[in-house]
């Protein structure tokens, strides 16, 4: 025979909530946050349950829920970090319209570099860092350093001869 559930008779069982919630999420936070949704489900309207009681009723409305909101998270689109600017790469804010402009293309063309010649590039000719000091700094050999600067230099002047 169904029985109302009351919202009296909740508190007994919520331990026992945590308890199952913390075994389905693996963190307390998400435990709390996932027995808090399925509290505000269940009082959200009055709900018959059946002959074994609340509890019972509760742990399949926890566990409902649980499902409920990983697919609600698979779902969703997984974004990723943007990468940090790097601020020397940036075109300062004062000075010459046209001296901002050729700071802007320059940093463009930077930019367009390969990784590996854009990092040494920049760490040579943009912070000023040594070879030594940009082959510490990058974890590469010194002899890398001066290969692949040679070679972003090189690039960066047929950008600047075709511009």
């Not at 946050?33 to 019972?56: E, F, H, S, Y």
């Not at 000075?95 to 901002?100: A, F, K, L, S």
């Amino acid at each position: 025979m169904p029985q109302d559930l009351l919202p009296e008779t909740l508190p007994v069982h919520i331990d026992s909530l945590r308890r199952a919630a913390r075994g389905m999420t693996r963190t307390r936070e998400d435990a709390e946050d996932l027995v808090q949704d399925t509290l505000l489900k269940v009082l959200a309207r009055p709900r018959q349950v059946g002959p074994a009681g609340p509890g019972p009723y509760l742990h399949q409305a926890l566990r409902n829920t649980h499902v409920s909101s990983l697919r609600t998270r698979d779902r969703r689109p997984v974004l990723s970090p943007l990468e940090p600017e790097d601020t020397r790469l940036v075109a300062p804010s004062g000075g010459e319209p046209i001296e901002i402009l050729h700071t802007r293309e320059i940093i463009a063309a930077i930019n367009a570099l390969p990784q590996a010649q854009r990092e040494v590039v920049a760490a040579v000719d943009v912070a000023g860092f040594g070879y030594t000091e940009a082959a510490t700094q990058l974890k590469i050999p010194v002899g890398t350093v001066m290969s692949r600067l040679h070679r972003g230099r090189a690039r960066l002047a047929t950008y600047a001869d075709a511009a």
